[in-house]
């Protein structure tokens, strides 16, 4: 077993925790740190995801960091583009020199006495146990479990002959040419992969219980292009992500102001690429208002292109069963499949799947409050990240992670040691809401129950609005009565 102590540790390599990296070591200079990442390379979601066509639905003009212009041509980028920006980010700073590889992070303990936490973790490829002590712990470890996907189980699943994979699991030696694939689910994995192997595939099958909004837009930014030849390039990527974050909020607002319009103008761009003949209203109509649920892009129309060319095709309905050759539906019709995608969904989880004990008592995150969305009631010294549903994740990551950095400096300031979000007087009969609220989706709502609860005023609210989160994370104060801070190791 080892030990190190550094000032910070961040679990996790992706967007969030790079991001991290580089505002600690910016604005945070006189500290130290280090990123546990769990497998042999960076990129989280961007590394670990293979299936065919994979590729981000927010643009990279705000899901690209803020300190590092995104100069590629494609703004609508795929996983290897994606993935190779975050090597050049590690690269440029200096971050990977901070990032250890292969140290699966399993608990985390906080000490009153000592003011830190132990963190500790398993080498993957020797079996050894480490441990890593910290003032203070910051979780980027992302917000679904990498272990596995999430699969509904299937009567006669077993009964099938041909191949079964979950777009979490995708085997790179899977042959699908000339084959008949379906694809189970309607979201933005199925969107992507429904055209992607309709090329080579025989027929690509999209069964759907209900349908998804859906919007076509092209992968390229032609203003982001043009002021990139006429301006500097940090100017030109910040005027780029300034107008894609405003377009943003004010495409959302308008869901939530006047949901039946954005439906009718969501709906027309469908009808516009697939004729008025089709069955809009079964097959791309849902129940619900737009982004009650995340909108799936389509990037240059190209789920659509594959339909009117006959080399894909939506079904709306139940399945009763696997059987030997493909699916067989409660209506009666049987869809012939080789393989069989389910594309239904990730298994969400609270901060990296680890277990969180404060003076020797476990933690359950259920029930404690947020606060400001990043952290928890009655537990010091910790930070977690876990970016928008309605926007780039990043939005929120570069929000929280510069926060965090001016939390910590306020604390050197000031000469405290613990710093520890606990409810006021006031606080405590609030009204309690979900996590997540207004946000319908199975993935979120098949975990809320485990998630923390957030409350119906300031600070202890986690609201997916990136303007009202700007402003309380840039300039709201640190010491605002509800964050407490202490000098010494003092149980409270």
Same mark, same amino acid.
């Given at each position: 077993m080892?030990?190190?102590?550094?000032?910070?540790?961040v @679990?996790?390599?992706?967007? *969030?925790g790079i991001?991290?990296?580089?505002?600690l070591q910016?604005? +945070?200079p006189?500290?130290?740190? @280090?990123i546990? %990442?769990g497998?042999? =390379?960076?990129?989280?979601?961007? #590394?670990?995801?293979?299936y065919p066509?994979?590729?981000?639905d927010?643009?990279m003009h705000t899901?690209?960091f803020?300190?590092k212009?995104?100069? %590629?041509?494609k703004s609508?980028?795929?996983?290897?583009?994606?993935?190779?920006?975050?090597?050049q980010?590690v690269? /440029?700073?200096?971050?990977?020199?901070?990032i250890?590889y292969?140290?699966?992070?399993?608990?985390?303990e906080w000490s009153?006495?000592?003011?830190q936490?132990t963190?500790?973790s398993t !080498?993957k490829? =020797?079996?050894?146990? !480490?441990?890593f002590? +910290?003032?203070?712990?910051?979780m980027c470890?992302?917000y679904y *479990?990498?272990k596995?996907?999430?699969?509904p189980?299937?009567?006669?699943r077993? &009964?099938?002959?041909?191949?079964?994979?979950?777009p979490?699991e995708?085997?790179? #030696?899977?042959e699908?040419?000339g084959?008949? @694939?379906?694809?189970?689910?309607?979201?933005?994995t199925?969107?992507?992969?429904?055209?992607?192997?309709?090329?080579?595939?025989?027929?690509v099958t999209?069964?759907?219980?209900?349908p998804?909004?859906m919007v076509s837009?092209?992968?390229?930014?032609v203003l982001?292009?043009?002021?990139r030849?006429?301006l500097p390039?940090?100017?030109?990527?910040n005027?780029?992500?300034?107008?894609?974050?405003?377009?943003q909020q004010?495409?959302? !607002?308008?869901?939530?102001? #006047?949901?039946?319009?954005?439906k009718?103008?969501?709906?027309?761009g469908i009808k516009?690429e697939?004729?008025?003949d089709?069955?809009?209203?079964?097959?791309?109509t849902?129940?619900?208002?737009?982004?009650?649920?995340?909108?799936c892009?389509?990037p !240059?129309?190209d789920?659509?292109?594959?339909? &009117?060319e006959?080399?894909?095709?939506v079904?709306?309905d139940?399945?009763?069963s696997f059987?030997?050759?493909?699916?067989?539906?409660?209506?009666g019709?049987?869809?012939?499949a080789d393989?069989?995608?389910?594309?239904?969904?990730?298994e969400l989880v609270?901060?990296?799947?680890?277990d969180f004990?404060v003076?020797?008592?476990q933690?359950?995150?259920?029930k404690t409050w947020?606060?400001?969305?990043?952290?928890y009631s009655?537990?010091?010294?910790?930070? *977690?990240t876990?970016?928008?549903?309605?926007?780039s994740?990043?939005? &929120?990551?570069?929000?929280?992670a510069e926060?965090v950095?001016?939390?910590?400096?306020?604390m050197?300031?000031k000469?405290?040691?613990q +710093?520890t979000?606990r409810?006021?007087?006031q606080?405590?009969n609030?009204?309690?809401?979900?996590?997540?609220?207004?946000f319908? =989706?199975?993935y979120?709502?098949r975990?809320?129950?485990?998630m923390?609860r957030?409350g119906?005023?300031?600070?202890w609210?986690n609201?997916q609005?990136?303007?009202?989160?700007?402003?309380?994370f840039?300039?709201?104060p640190?010491?605002?009565? @509800?964050? /407490?801070?202490?000098?010494?190791?003092?149980?409270v």
């Amino acid at each position: 077993m080892t030990s190190e102590h550094v000032d910070v540790v961040v @679990v996790g390599a992706g967007l *969030s925790g790079i991001g991290a990296g580089y505002h600690l070591q910016t604005m +945070c200079p006189d500290r130290s740190y @280090v990123i546990l %990442e769990g497998r042999e =390379s960076l990129g989280g979601t961007w #590394d670990l995801f293979k299936y065919p066509g994979v590729r981000s639905d927010s643009d990279m003009h705000t899901l690209g960091f803020s300190f590092k212009p995104w100069t %590629e041509a494609k703004s609508i980028a795929d996983g290897p583009s994606i993935l190779k920006y975050l090597k050049q980010t590690v690269s /440029q700073f200096g971050i990977d020199k901070h990032i250890r590889y292969g140290q699966l992070v399993t608990k985390a303990e906080w000490s009153t006495d000592d003011a830190q936490w132990t963190v500790t973790s398993t !080498n993957k490829a =020797s079996g050894t146990t !480490n441990t890593f002590t +910290c003032s203070f712990l910051f979780m980027c470890s992302g917000y679904y *479990s990498y272990k596995k996907g999430h699969t509904p189980e299937f009567a006669g699943r077993e &009964r099938f002959k041909g191949t079964i994979v979950h777009p979490q699991e995708w085997p790179t #030696d899977l042959e699908y040419a000339g084959k008949r @694939v379906v694809v189970i689910g309607s979201g933005a994995t199925a969107v992507t992969i429904v055209p992607s192997m309709a090329d080579k595939a025989a027929h690509v099958t999209m069964l759907q219980r209900s349908p998804t909004y859906m919007v076509s837009r092209p992968d390229h930014d032609v203003l982001a292009n043009r002021m990139r030849k006429v301006l500097p390039p940090k100017m030109a990527y910040n005027l780029t992500r300034f107008k894609n974050t405003w377009r943003q909020q004010l495409v959302y !607002n308008k869901t939530r102001t #006047d949901p039946d319009k954005v439906k009718q103008l969501l709906l027309g761009g469908i009808k516009m690429e697939l004729g008025a003949d089709y069955d809009i209203d079964k097959h791309f109509t849902p129940t619900y208002n737009p982004w009650d649920q995340r909108l799936c892009l389509v990037p !240059n129309g190209d789920f659509f292109k594959a339909m &009117r060319e006959g080399k894909a095709s939506v079904v709306t309905d139940h399945i009763a069963s696997f059987t030997e050759t493909g699916i067989q539906l409660k209506s009666g019709e049987h869809l012939d499949a080789d393989i069989i995608v389910t594309a239904t969904g990730l298994e969400l989880v609270t901060l990296g799947e680890m277990d969180f004990f404060v003076d020797g008592n476990q933690v359950d995150f259920a029930k404690t409050w947020t606060y400001k969305g990043f952290a928890y009631s009655d537990i010091p010294n910790l930070a *977690s990240t876990f970016g928008y549903i309605n926007a780039s994740w990043t939005l &929120r990551s570069d929000l929280t992670a510069e926060y965090v950095c001016r939390l910590l400096n306020h604390m050197r300031k000031k000469g405290v040691v613990q +710093c520890t979000p606990r409810l006021r007087e006031q606080d405590r009969n609030m009204k309690e809401r979900p996590w997540i609220d207004g946000f319908s =989706s199975g993935y979120m709502q098949r975990m809320m129950h485990r998630m923390p609860r957030q409350g119906d005023h300031e600070p202890w609210i986690n609201p997916q609005n990136y303007r009202r989160d700007k402003k309380m994370f840039k300039h709201s104060p640190i010491d605002d009565g @509800v964050m /407490q801070f202490s000098k010494q190791s003092a149980r409270v």
